[in-house]
């Protein structure tokens, strides 16, 4: 099975009505006239499209912040740009980012489900759909709209709501994929922005120790990783990177990650857009990651 995990496409709509830019918005307005604007090509879209139309994968996976400030017209564009993928529920899941949740408005107006709840299995969160007999993917949602900051909030109840869920599922997924759009560990060298974390990390941390082995497939940090953290050496953190950001240092101009699971094992590829070129690098490969009774870190 193929799987296509990309995140924060941060479609971006500048407005200048004055309804529009109370609270929140306002800062959110001038980021994207100072930073966002010029970073995140939208451009760039068809480019990725066409790059996933040619992996041809089983599902993809979106894991949060496909707007900037909320704005039905960001999710508009967004849903249309997936339009020549043909999303349908058993090829597209999304998970919400904190950008989809922007203002006490959008977040109570539901934005998020009006354009993307079609491919949910259920109105609330989390939920589990099955991608395949052994494979499911359980999606969590700590986003809510903050005043200033970016931090998310993991509750008690989600979790426990979530390992009901597993535990409900005749069978339980054998390869199961965490998608949530916060981090829960960070790799070595890089560190956190202030107020862009998430309340209850260590909670869904003990979770995953629990439930893993399991691939945890995030957003957020607009870099792109695959690595297993020390305390959690079966959960293997999937973060693709901002899809359409421009890095000026490297050229890159759209990012994703291609997530191919077979039998026990599990690689990691990484596509990058460089000018018109696609790339491809294999990030990890590991034949036993899904294998409970497999030494640690056999590669
Ligand atoms: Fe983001
Ligand atoms: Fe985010």
């Given amino acids: 099975m ?111 489900e009006k354009y993307f709840g079609e491919f949910a299995p259920a109105p609330v969160y989390p939920w589990l759909k099955r991608l395949g007999e052994d494979v499911g993917i359980l999606a969590l949602d700590p986003t809510h709209p903050n005043p200033i900051s970016a931090r998310g909030t993991m509750t008690t109840e989600q979790i426990h709501k979530a390992t009901e869920l597993l535990h409900a599922a005749k069978p339980r997924p054998e390869r199961l994929i965490v998608a949530c759009h916060y981090p829960i560990a960070l790799p070595a060298g890089i560190v956190e922005g202030r107020g862009h974390g998430l309340r209850g990390a260590r909670e869904l941390q003990a979770f995953l120790a629990r439930e893993s082995p399991a691939l945890y497939c995030h957003g957020h940090i607009h870099a792109s990783w695959a690595f297993s953290p020390q305390s959690l050496p079966r959960t293997l953190c999937l973060d693709p990177g901002a899809a359409l950001k421009i890095r000026n240092h490297s050229g890159i101009r759209a990012t994703m990650l291609e997530i191919i699971l077979a039998g026990k094992g599990v690689e990691i590829r990484r596509h990058a857009l460089r000018e018109r070129v696609w790339n491809e690098d294999l990030m990890l490969k590991n034949k036993d990651f899904f294998d409970r009774g497999a030494p640690l870190n056999a590669n």
């Fill in 2 to 112: 193929r799987v296509v995990h990309i995140s924060d496409l941060h479609f971006w709509h500048i407005t200048l009505n004055p309804r529009q830019l109370l609270g929140k918005r306002l800062l959110g307005m001038s980021n994207l006239f100072l930073n966002r604007a010029w970073n995140f090509r939208m451009e760039s879209m068809p480019a990725l499209v066409d790059r996933i139309q040619g992996i041809s994968p089983d599902h993809l996976l979106i894991t949060g912040d496909l707007t900037s400030t909320a704005l039905e017209e960001e999710f508009r564009a967004a849903r249309r740009a997936l339009i020549p993928l043909n999303p349908s529920a058993p090829f597209l899941s999304v998970v919400p980012g904190n950008h989809d949740r922007y203002t006490r408005e959008s977040a109570r107006s539901r934005l998020f």
